[in-house]
């Protein structure tokens, strides 16, 4: 056993002194030669950017109100840094192991529970190594995101080893979501389904089929996952969105208000739900889910500078609200802009979007002095950003400054911009669409704002241009409505953070929401 963990480095996430000295005690008799240890997700977080390990031991429960160990999986694949080649061990009690699960691609290896037995720990532990020596060649090549490689490697090991057919089917099905080969994974999650029947199954399933338009059997899926009392972060993000999808704003905000009891530190969760309380107008939740969104997402790849521009513009809007200046609002708005600005230092466009968003506080309470200065501030900053950058953000430049000292300025920017756009491989895709659009030639704008959208994803314009144009398509061809289309909707609005929206773009982005939801539901007969 010792040459199976010999060399093998060792990730233990844990509070609790004893426990972590006897695991450490456990992993040194069996031969694991460096063994670090953590006691935050986010302490764990900073180490395994700076090492990679072979064996995470994580411990579920790490007190109130911090982050469980299972979210350092879910942050480790949002920073592109969870290595399939390596083993997740959650430490949890045995009953709640039942009904905590992962996606295909988050959950755990193997649970464990305390206290640690030395046998009967290094007999899995051992077992869990063993399988992953056989499966090494694919999930290195994973590792490498070389998919196509380890689809074939799948092909193989399938035919070489036919007892390991259900894993190495669950690693092809992550490697077409991966590809973005929605059907193919769907299949195969299918065909899984159709032998046994496992929640990561169901929520592979439910992923790849509302990528590829089947809404209804996505919803279907989850909403078993959901009934069985089973905790999953995907779960809950993909069904609340399939809600809101369906025009069910309602029902998918109760969702997520309940998602967020259960796993109150998931800054997914807490930024979903900010923004649909946005979409609502219920200023109170949404600034509530914000505050708690930016407190869980700090030193993650959850950290957006949006999740603070939409609480701004929520207390902007409770400002407005009450009839007169809040003085608390202004203050907690003015000092979020600037922590935004700290937070990302070396963010330009951050601190360009603070100062104008600045602006346009100090104007809502009637301080044009201190107003002027910041869309002033606002507008040097845009100048020295690049012709990239000020072209995706120029229709909120526009916006932001309008009734300022220097709104002339930036209709001047407008028209030089607007004649330089063509340079720009991106600004030429998307004037080419406007034009087809114009000109009724739909399928071929569509086409130019997809190639728009995946040069400057996130692009709050082009998101807008490519869904219009979607149901302009839906419009002429009536009952003939394409899955697929409708799946590139719904994938641009949610890539797009609502509540960080200009008030214009706000408006635009819920009259296409409703028209969306629509034609979903002709789709699927509702």
Request: glycine residues 6%; hydrophobic residues 40%; proline residues 2%.
């Amino acid at each position: 056993m010792a040459n199976l963990f010999s060399g093998k480095s060792s990730l233990i996430l844990d509070k609790k002194f004893e426990d972590l000295q006897t695991l450490r005690s456990i992993l040194g008799q069996i031969g694991v030669s460096e063994i670090q240890v953590a006691s935050s997700v986010n302490m764990a977080l900073s180490l395994l950017r700076e090492q990679a390990v072979d064996i995470f031991f994580l411990n579920y429960e790490l007190g109130r109100d911090e982050k469980n160990g299972l979210q350092l999986m879910f942050d480790l694949q949002a920073e592109g840094r969870r290595l399939y080649a390596a083993c997740y061990i959650l430490v949890i009690e045995p009953e709640k192991s039942e009904l905590l699960l992962g996606s295909p691609e988050n959950a755990p290896d193997i649970y464990i529970s305390k206290p640690y037995d030395r046998v009967r720990l290094s007999q899995r532990i051992e077992k869990l190594m063993r399988l992953k020596e056989t499966l090494f060649p694919i999930e290195s090549l994973l590792d490498k995101r070389d998919w196509e490689g380890a689809l074939q490697a799948c092909v193989r090991h399938e035919e070489r080893y036919p007892g390991l057919r259900i894993y190495l089917q669950r690693l092809r099905g992550i490697i077409y979501l991966q590809q973005n080969q929605a059907e193919e994974a769907r299949k195969v999650f299918s065909s899984l389904l159709s032998g046994r029947d496992k929640p990561w199954i169901r929520i592979g399933l439910a992923m790849a089929a509302c990528r590829s338009g089947w809404f209804a059997q996505a919803r279907g899926q989850l909403d078993h996952v959901i009934a069985q009392q089973q905790i999953c972060i995907e779960a809950f993000v993909w069904r609340a969105r399939i809600y809101r999808l369906y025009g069910d704003l309602g029902e998918a905000s109760n969702l997520l208000r309940r998602a967020t009891v259960l796993q109150p530190t998931v800054a997914l969760l807490r930024g979903d739900l900010a923004n649909l309380a946005a979409m609502t107008n219920d200023t109170k939740l949404a600034v509530e889910a914000f505050r708690a969104a930016i407190k869980y997402s700090r030193y993650s790849a959850f950290q957006h500078p949006d999740f603070y521009f939409g609480l701004v513009r929520m207390l902007m809007k409770h400002m407005s609200a009450s009839g007169s200046a809040s003085g608390d609002a202004e203050e907690e708005a003015v000092r979020l802009l600037e922590q935004a600005r700290r937070d990302f230092l070396d963010q330009p466009v951050i601190h360009f979007k603070s100062r104008l968003l600045a602006s346009e506080i100090y104007r809502s309470v009637g301080d044009e002095e201190q107003a002027n200065l910041s869309a002033s501030e606002a507008m040097t900053i845009y100048r020295d950003l690049s012709a990239d950058e000020q072209a995706m953000w120029l229709e909120q430049l526009v916006e932001g400054v309008e009734g300022s000292s220097v709104e002339g300025e930036a209709h001047a920017v407008r028209q030089s911009l607007n004649r330089n756009m063509a340079k720009l491989r991106w600004g030429r895709a998307n004037l080419k669409g406007m034009m087809q659009f114009r000109h009724g030639e739909l399928d071929e704008a569509y086409a130019s704002f997809s190639e728009a959208l995946q040069q400057q994803p996130g692009t709050p314009s082009i998101a807008l241009n490519l869904v219009q144009t979607v149901l302009e398509l839906c419009r002429r061809s009536g009952s003939d409505l394409s899955r697929e289309l409708l799946a590139a909707c719904d994938e641009a609005l949610y890539s797009l953070q609502f509540a960080a929206l200009t008030p214009k773009q706000q408006q635009r982005y819920l009259g296409l929401g409703r028209r969306l939801s629509e034609y979903v539901r002709q789709l699927e007969g509702e």
